[in-house]
């Protein structure tokens, strides 16, 4: 009877376990924003360290709680400065035209007010023609 009541009492520990993982427990996605509002951020993108010459940024701040968000694009001045409207929170930034970088993508957490310095990757040297 001993032996039963531990098998049980095993049995209900796995239970409670497997319920207690399945609901969601440590795992699920990331908080993301959920926030429309926009603001204009100004920043500098920069290759080796050295102010991009020109290109451009394309801002995406689509995720699962703003599908429907539009990405906008920021023209790169010949100092590398560049101005945007994008919304709060993770923004996925994508590098375009940069010379010197090779197209990438990089996310950004955006907040209101900030200036942002995007520092991209030169081509590796294999990609060179």
Same mark, same amino acid.
């Given at each position: 009877m001993n032996r039963s009541l531990g098998k049980k009492a095993g049995v209900l520990a796995v239970t409670t376990l497997l319920i207690a993982w399945g609901c969601g427990g440590a795992g699920g996605p990331p908080p993301v924003s959920g926030s429309t509002e926009e603001f204009e951020i100004k920043g500098t993108a920069t290759v080796k360290g050295k102010p991009a010459s020109k290109g451009k940024l394309i801002f995406d701040p689509a995720n699962i709680n703003r599908r429907t968000a539009v990405a906008r694009t920021a023209e790169v001045g010949k100092d590398g400065t560049f101005t945007? &409207?994008?919304?709060? !929170?993770?923004? #996925? =930034?994508?590098?375009?035209? =940069?010379? !010197?970088?090779?197209?990438?993508? #990089?996310?950004?957490?955006? &907040?209101?007010g900030q200036e942002l310095q995007v520092e991209l990757a030169p081509v590796p040297d294999y990609l060179k023609k």
């Open positions: 945007v &409207k994008t919304m709060e !929170g993770q923004n #996925l =930034i994508t590098a375009d035209g =940069i010379p !010197g970088a090779p197209r990438t993508s #990089l996310v950004f957490d955006v &907040k209101p």
